[in-house]
């Protein structure tokens, strides 16, 4: 609901896609109704069968919000995965590591999935197996 000192009524508003609004009585709203997603987080229309988190209007709760891809959420902030790690986006995750001698790029897009784990520089295939590399080589 926002107050608006033109009419002195108070309307409702639809909040915007990476945005929540509150679906219960709460006062002290009146001038933003509508609160951002945390960095690295964003709501996904995947929700939408679920009323826990859409009304007809827009998203109801902070719940919404989910992880962008190449994000990982450690219980607080989301924040891009780390060089040799991934995460998909709609969930609460923590970005998950490669395995050993495999690694991802620094780019979120291009860690979403265990398949963006590449073989990793000093590494190589002997016998169907990712090695160190000897010395030299």
Request: hydrophobic share 30%.
């Amino acid at each position: 609901m926002y107050f608006s000192p033109a009419t002195t009524k108070y309307t409702a508003v639809n909040c915007e896609s990476n945005n929540y609004g509150v679906a219960n009585t709460t006062y002290g709203l009146a001038a933003y109704p509508c609160r951002d997603c945390p960095g690295g987080m964003q709501t996904m229309a995947s929700l939408a069968p679920s009323s826990t988190y859409k009304s007809d209007n827009g998203f109801t709760s902070p719940l919404a919000c989910v992880t962008k891809a190449g994000f990982g959420y450690n219980g607080r902030v989301a924040s891009q995965c780390p060089v040799g790690a991934y995460n998909a986006e709609g969930n609460y995750g923590t970005c998950t590591q490669c395995p050993a001698g495999y690694s991802t790029s620094s780019t979120a897009a291009q860690q979403v999935a265990q398949a963006d784990c590449k073989v990793a520089a000093g590494y190589g295939f002997y016998n169907n197996a990712v090695i160190p590399c000897p010395v030299g080589e």
